[in-house]
């Protein structure tokens, strides 16, 4: 079995993530983490060597602070990394990025950063690690005003509240579980790989939608008329609209 540690897993995508991963109980063993063990040297070092695989989604996406989101999210990089290095142990890492990486926003200039962190330290020990460039997330139990512009939108409608657009653009959006399950099959692939693999490389994860943010906040006011105000359960024949359901009710 493949030991897999999930640094964030009580966030959104780590939630998510260790649900999918517990179904295939005869794949993988999952390794228990707490946020908390970035701040106790032995429990991390404890952590990173009883890993094969570490997958590291424990980042800071907001703060009013914004000089605190990337001194924190490259800190627990570098946490992260040292306990590695004192468990002598090189597990495999897999590194939640952004397509946001190349962006001047205080998250995306973090996330560049840890990423060359990350090269850095797999070319060193000859190790692998694979860094993520995830688009937009959305589905069930995301967090408003925090993960995900659809979380928001429907967090305000149900609260009746009336959602502002800020910018009218189009989202690549992936659904949650279909994440989680690439998440998945990349680190099975890692171990089924028997070619060379160089130490460091970056995955895209595709989008599985394109939606202009109008749009999507034209069928969520649409469930909450239909579903909440009269009582019909709406037609989710499309599988982006069942999904878009699927996180409105939660």
């Given amino acids: 079995m493949i030991k897999v540690g999930i640094t964030g897993e009580s966030g959104f995508i780590g939630y998510h993530l260790y649900q999918t991963l517990a179904l295939y109980s005869t794949k993988f063993d999952l390794i228990t983490f707490k946020r908390e063990y970035f701040n106790n040297t032995n429990k991390l070092k404890k952590f990173a060597e009883s890993c094969d695989v570490v997958v590291h989604l424990a980042a800071i996406i907001r703060h009013k602070d914004s000089n605190v989101i990337e001194k924190n999210n490259v800190e627990l990089v570098n946490k992260l990394l040292n306990a590695c290095d004192l468990a002598k142990s090189k597990p495999k890492l897999f ?24 090269k850095d330290w797999s070319n060193k020990n000859n190790s692998i690690t694979k860094a993520l460039i995830i688009p937009n997330v959305f ?6 005003f925090h993960n995900s512009v ?51 490389s970056q995955i895209n994860i595709k989008h599985s939608y394109s939606e202009k943010v109008s749009d ?35």
């Fill in 95 to 118: 590194f939640a990025s952004s397509t946001q990486e190349d962006s001047k926003t205080p998250y995306g200039i973090s996330k560049k950063i840890a990423s060359n962190m990350f």
């Fill in 139 to 144: 589905g069930p139990f995301c967090k408003p």
């Fill in 150 to 200: 659809i979380a928001t939108f429907c967090y305000q409608l149900v609260n009746n509240e009336n959602p502002k657009i800020e910018i009218d653009k189009k989202l690549n959006l992936i659904f949650i579980n279909d994440l989680a399950n690439k998440i998945m099959n990349c680190i099975y692939e890692s171990f089924d790989n028997k070619s060379k693999e160089p130490s460091f």
């Fill in 216 to 250: 999507v906040l034209i069928k969520l006011k649409y469930f909450k008329k239909l579903y909440l105000v009269d009582g019909i359960f709406p037609n989710l024949s499309n599988a982006f609209d069942r999904n878009l359901f699927n996180s409105f009710l939660c």
